[in-house]
Structures are given as C-alpha cells and as structure tokens.
C-alpha cells in the first residue's frame, strides 16, 4: 500500500507548473538531439541490427516481428486507456483499490479484445511488414531493433537531464509537502551521470545476448522493461538519496524495482514518456519522506 500512496503522490506533484515545464523542455530537446545524431549514425547502427537479425532463421523474423508489433499495440491501448480514464477521473487517483481493478480491467478488456481479432491483426501486420520500402522483412524488423536502440538512448539521456535541471525545484516541493523533515541536497551529479553511462553500457550488452527473445510474445514486454528499468533504477536511488538523503531507511529491491518498472512503462506511450521521469524521481522520495514520517512520529 505504501508504494500504491508513493506512486499516486508522484502523480500528484505533476500538477506543479515548473514541472511541467521541465519535463516538455527537457524531453523536446532530447528528442531534437537523437533524432539529429539518428540521421548522421543511422546507417552504422542499422548495419549492426541487420547483422543480428540475420543470424535468425527467416521464418522466425516474418512471424516475431508482427508478433513484436501486435504487442506493443496492446500495451499502448492498455496504457492510453488507463491514463485518458484518470485524466478525466481524476479524483480516483487517490483511491488505492479503485486505481487496482481500473488498471486491471482495462489490461483483461483489451486483452480478450487483440486475442479475439488476433488472426486479423497478425495478418494485416504481416502484410504491412511486406509492403515496408526495405529490401527485405529482416531488414524492417532490423529498423525497428534500430529504432529501439535509438529510443533507449534517449531514454537515458531524459531520465539524466531532469535529474539534473530539476534538482532545486524537487526539493522546493518536497519542503512544502514535509516541511517538518529536514532536506539538504548534495546531488553527486557526476556520480549519477557514471551510473547512469555504467548501467547503459551492461544495457547493450545485455541486448546484444537477449535480442532473439525481444520477438517472443510476452516475454519481450518483460525484457524491454526489464532493461530500461535496469538503465534507470540505480540512477533514480542515488539521486533521491542524495537529494534528501534516505536516513538509513531500506527500500528494498523489489520496491525499487517496481518504481523504475512502472516509470519506464510510460515510455510506451507518445508524449507521456516526457514525464516518466519526474514519475519515478518523485515516487521514490514519497515514499522516502512518508518512511521518515512514519519514523518522527513514533520517536
């Protein structure tokens, strides 16, 4: 329940202007750098993932590549219908169990939905993949690897630029919620910047050795998650930490795992990807700030 309150606070302090601000400017100027440096280093990273792609058998990339497709379609219908319900229904964020059966009821109807029009989605995904301008359907699933390596960069990169123009404003909202705990940032911005590049750099390798189960359904949600949430996790702990400082308050792996998970979900959606990382830094610190709470008043 703590990381249910936790995660519902972080949504909260979205409201506040300057946050807003940060996370569109911070994900606009991103978007412009990778999408500048993906013109000038398309045709060497393309030329990596058509090497990979090539080394799996033809049938296997036809039939994955719209299996990988028809997944990230059901997971975007999933995550645009939870966040356009809470928009409107605001007022619900707040109750726990609501926000549960919502999250899960939407996740079942589009399921049941994609299962019962499988065969036709499949098949018109297919036949998309054919009719793509690349010489080849391994070429276009190896444009869509690409792609997916272009994005993972610059996840990292707005991940690490709120991190850092956000610090001041973090903390100034925080004060206001908990103005009875004290705060006194050192943000180590090198050091987040060294964990941030260490833990991209296993990232690729771990990409290079798992890439054939990213065309498995199922299973690849749970690897692309799985390694954009190892990109962040570390990066967003030591960051709260040295923002706030944790006073010895253990969060867990588990916990800390499921706040990178559910920052970098948003990342599947347009737009709302600007605002993952605010997400995940503030979901953190609430459930930090509400553990040093909970440690005042039983002293």
């Known amino acids: 329940m703590e990381f249910l309150y936790a995660v519902v606070e972080s949504f909260k302090s979205l409201r506040d202007r300057e946050v ?3 996370c569109i400017l911070n994900g606009i100027i991103w978007a412009a750098v990778w999408i500048s440096l993906a013109f000038v280093l398309w045709e060497e990273v393309f030329n990596i993932t058509a090497f990979l792609i090539n080394l799996l058998p033809f049938k296997f990339v036809q039939n994955a590549g719209a299996e990988f497709i028809f997944m990230i ?3 975007q219908a999933v995550l645009i219908s939870i966040g356009v319900f809470f928009s409107l229904f605001n007022s619900l964020l707040n ?8 999250a899960l009821f939407f ?10 029009f499988k065969n036709e989605i499949l098949n018109y995904l297919e036949k998309l993949i054919r009719i793509f301008p690349f010489e080849s359907i391994e070429q276009a699933v190896a444009v869509v690897l690409a792609v997916f390596v272009f994005y ?3 996840i990292l990169s707005i991940f690490l630029g709120f991190i850092f123009i956000s610090e001041k404003r973090v903390i100034t909202l925080l004060k206001e919620e908990y103005p009875y705990i004290e705060i006194s940032s050192t943000l180590p911005k090198i050091k987040i910047a060294f964990v941030l590049v260490k833990d991209f750099l296993i990232f690729i390798l771990a990409l290079i050795f798992l890439y054939p ?5 199922v299973i690849n949600v749970f690897i692309i998650v799985g390694l954009w949430a190892y990109i962040v996790k570390n990066a967003l702990y030591e960051t709260v930490k040295a923002l706030i400082g944790n006073d010895n308050i253990n969060i867990g792996s588990k916990l800390l795992w499921g706040f990178s998970v559910l920052s970098v979900f948003l990342n599947f959606i347009p737009v709302v990807n600007l605002f993952a990382p605010a997400i995940g830094v503030f979901s953190i610190a609430h459930y ?7 440690m005042l008043e039983n002293s």
Request: no cysteine; charged share 20%.
């Open 20 to 22: 807003i601000k940060f």
């Open 73 to 75: 379609l059901w997971l």
């Open 95 to 102: 109750k726990k169990l609501i926000s549960i059966v919502v």
């Open 107 to 116: 996740a079942i109807f589009w399921f049941v939905v994609f299962i019962y």
């Open 152 to 154: 993972s960069f610059y």
């Open 213 to 217: 189960l990213m065309f498995l359904p």
């Open 288 to 294: 930090i700030m509400e553990k040093k709470t909970d």
